[in-house]
T-cell receptor
């Protein structure tokens, strides 16, 4: 299966700013998910958006999905130093339930 | 809270050793997965299981095997460890096939 692609690979912002990360994929999907990983730890599930949804919110997180462009974005508003982590998108293809991950965006939020 | 527990955070093994990585989840999840994570390569699926005694190959199964004798436990076995298996190994589980995964904290394996 092909990996998703994330953009940018690294992002450095100041506390209080918004952070936007993008993800593209190449197949039809059932859903797309975003995960967070603190350095040297496991991944934590943040949000899932189904293929028939266009936007979803969870606290300071906003996820959009454009299936015509095969892309998704994760917006973190009013970022905090504690948001510093790697963020991964992952998609489940309609043909099965395996989760395919992108390579991640390393977000650094400077205090 | 759902918990996925991996038996070791750090492990150092010698080339040629047989290595067992254990993963236990406590929420009665049907589905369990083993990934490895390497810089520049992201997460790659090694093996997965949708039920007890059931296993399926992922994208990079060579050099690995798995065992799922009980629903809560999914073991990854490196038959004969090699240096190119030095990596971070991540176990995950999910309740539904089309749902989110819960990951363990990972095992950083170094093969010398």
């Amino acid at each position: 299966s092909q990996q998703g692609e994330e953009d940018p690979q690294a992002l450095s912002i100041q506390e209080g700013e918004n952070a936007t990360m993008n993800c593209s994929y190449k197949t039809s999907i059932n859903n797309l998910q975003w995960y967070r990983q603190n350095s040297g730890r496991g991944l934590v599930h943040l949000i899932l958006i189904r293929s028939n949804e266009r936007e979803k919110h969870s606290g300071r997180l906003r996820v959009t999905l454009d299936t015509s462009k095969k892309s998704s974005s994760l917006l973190i508003t009013a970022s905090r130093a504690a948001d510093t982590a790697s963020y991964f998108c992952a998609y489940q293809e309609t043909s099965g339930s395996r989760l395919t991950f992108g390579e991640g965006t390393q977000l650094t939020v400077n205090p | 809270d759902v918990k996925v527990t991996q038996s070791s955070r750090y492990l150092v093994k010698r080339t040629g050793e047989k290595v067992f990585l254990e993963c236990v989840q406590d929420m009665d999840h049907e589905n369990m997965f083993w990934y490895r994570q390497d810089p520049g390569l992201g997460l790659r699926l090694i093996y997965f299981s949708y039920d007890v005694k059931m296993k399926e190959k992922g994208d990079i199964p060579e050099g690995y095997s798995v065992s799922r004798e009980k629903k809560e436990r999914f073991s990854l076995i490196l038959e004969s460890a090699s240096t190119n298996q030095t990596s971070m190994y991540l176990c995950a589980s999910s309740l539904h096939r089309a749902g989110g995964y819960t990951f363990g904290s990972g095992t950083r394996l170094t093969v010398v």
